[in-house]
T-cell receptor, first 115, second 110 residues
Framework: EPEVTQTPSHQVTQMGQEVILRCVPI?????FYWYRQILGQKVEFLVS????????KSEIFDDQFSVERPDGSNFTLKIRSTKLEDSAMYFC?????????????FGNGTRLTVT | SQQGEEDPQALSIQEGENATMNCSYK?????LQWYRQNSGRGLVHLIL?????REKHSGRLRVTLDTSKKSSSLLITASRAADTASYFC??????????FGKGTRLSVIA
């Protein structure tokens, strides 16, 4: 069964550094998402992406964050200047149709640790 | 907020028993989805129930939806140790992003 893959599985970075989290969504999916989960907490929506542009973003997704689909397969999340509170699991997801009609397929996440 | 809230926060049962988890939400929805998350892994979609459906089955899973009470339940029958995970409900409304609850941590003891 096709799956969403994320790399790296674990990223340690120093406060103020830039990080890029990478995702390869399922190939025939059109909608892409980033969610994050602070340890033991709820899963929070960050951003959705369709047709090469952001379709929705949450208040968490401030100017420090950006997303890009640089080629036909990768979908990246960049955090420009990391803060301690950015430490979390970051999940990429994709879906065939808009998320309110179609289930999301999640990757296994990147654990980001900001020191 | 349309956020789903699961109840209980944690549930511990013996293998073979049934596990019931509940989800309540606040606003009207298009559909409600249940996901499972094994420790340190991504969420896996289990079942989607639309607002005009009342009950849905998938294997050992049974989901009900009561839109008048704004609540849903997930029943896992004949639980197994491998069912140990966190279970999340997520509500979809209009064109807003899927909103997840805080989850129920299920422990199935062999």
């Amino acid at each position: 069964e096709p799956e969403v893959t994320q790399t790296p599985s674990h990223q340690v970075t120093q406060m103020g550094q830039e990080v890029i989290l990478r995702c390869v969504p399922i190939s025939n999916h059109l909608y892409f998402y980033w969610y994050r989960q602070i340890l033991g907490q709820k899963v929070e929506f960050l951003v959705s992406f369709y047709n090469n542009e952001i379709s929705e973003k949450s208040e968490i997704f401030d100017d420090q964050f950006s997303v890009e689909r640089p080629d036909g397969s990768n979908f990246t999340l960049k955090i420009r200047s990391t803060k301690l509170e950015d430490s979390a699991m970051y999940f990429c997801a994709s879906s065939e149709a808009l998320q309110y009609n179609s289930p999301l397929h999640f990757g296994n996440g990147t654990r980001l640790t900001v020191t | 907020s349309q956020q789903g809230e699961e109840d209980p926060q944690a549930l511990s049962i013996q293998e073979g028993e049934n596990a019931t988890m509940n989800c309540s939400y606040k606003t009207s929805i298009n559909n409600l989805q249940w996901y499972r998350q094994n420790s340190g892994r991504g969420l896996v979609h289990l079942i989607l129930i639309r607002s005009n459906e009342r009950e849905k089955h998938s294997g050992r899973l049974r989901v009900t939806l009561d839109t008048s009470k704004k609540s849903s339940s997930l029943l896992i029958t004949a639980s197994r140790a491998a069912d140990t995970a966190s279970y999340f409900c997520a509500t979809a409304s209009g064109n807003t992003p899927l909103v997840f609850g805080k989850g129920t941590r299920l422990s199935v003891i062999a």
